[in-house]
């Protein structure tokens, strides 16, 4: 890679000019995008753990993608919930982009049956793996659009509201409700 790439000051190495690192992007091309039914989170939840624990060596068989408590119990230190980056912009670890930020939270009952429909029907055929894949791709930048803009976060709704109705009249796409004493 030699001039197209740097090592950071924490030993990391990375490309010139858009500063992203080199492991995460081998990770997300390479084992993320081959295997997204292992993976159902957009990549932005996970952790990428080089095995070998040498930094520099970012090839395929040295990578791993893990969860935050995964990459923290790895390097034997408590995991609080706050281990590693910080999450990029309004995405939630449940990657409902568009729902989110039409809705203007990633809790809204309508966003659950969404997601529930993604996890229990989607991720087990592969035209909706390629969906979710897709999805996950193309979505984060209109997402972002549409979180500015009202009329827009409204007309996502309506277009939502169709499919939503649809899904809640099948059970299985409901989220069990925690109640609180």
Same mark, same amino acid.
């Given at each position: ?15 010139r ?26 990549f #932005? !939840? ?7 624990? &040498?930094? =520099?060596? $970012? ?5 791993? %993608? ?14 609080d ?20 930020? #039409? !809705? ?7 966003? &659950?049956? =969404?997601? $529930? ?5 989607? %991720? ?45 009249? &099948? ?11």
């Open positions: 890679m030699g001039d197209k790439t740097y090592i950071d000051d924490k030993g990391y190495l990375r490309f000019g858009s500063n992203k690192l080199v492991h995460r992007w081998v990770a997300h091309k390479y084992i993320y995008f081959g295997n997204i039914a292992k993976y159902p989170r957009p #932005s !939840y996970y952790q990428v753990h080089h095995k070998d624990g &040498n930094k =520099l060596n $970012n090839s395929v068989y040295n990578l791993q %993608i893990v969860t935050e408590e995964q990459h923290a119990e790895i390097h034997n230190v408590p995991y919930g706050t281990f590693g980056r910080k999450r990029q912009y309004n995405r939630t670890p449940d990657g409902c982009f568009i729902a989110t930020a #039409s !809705y203007g939270t990633p809790f809204a009952q309508e966003i &659950n049956i =969404l997601r $529930n429909w993604r996890d229990k029907f989607l %991720i087990k055929h592969t035209i909706g793996r390629n969906f979710i894949k897709w999805y996950y791709i193309n979505s984060p930048p209109i997402a972002e659009f549409i979180s500015k803009k009202n009329a827009l976060k409204f007309i996502v709704r309506l277009l939502l509201k169709p499919i939503i109705l649809l899904l809640s009249i &099948n059970k299985k796409y409901h989220q069990k409700r925690i109640k609180f004493k």
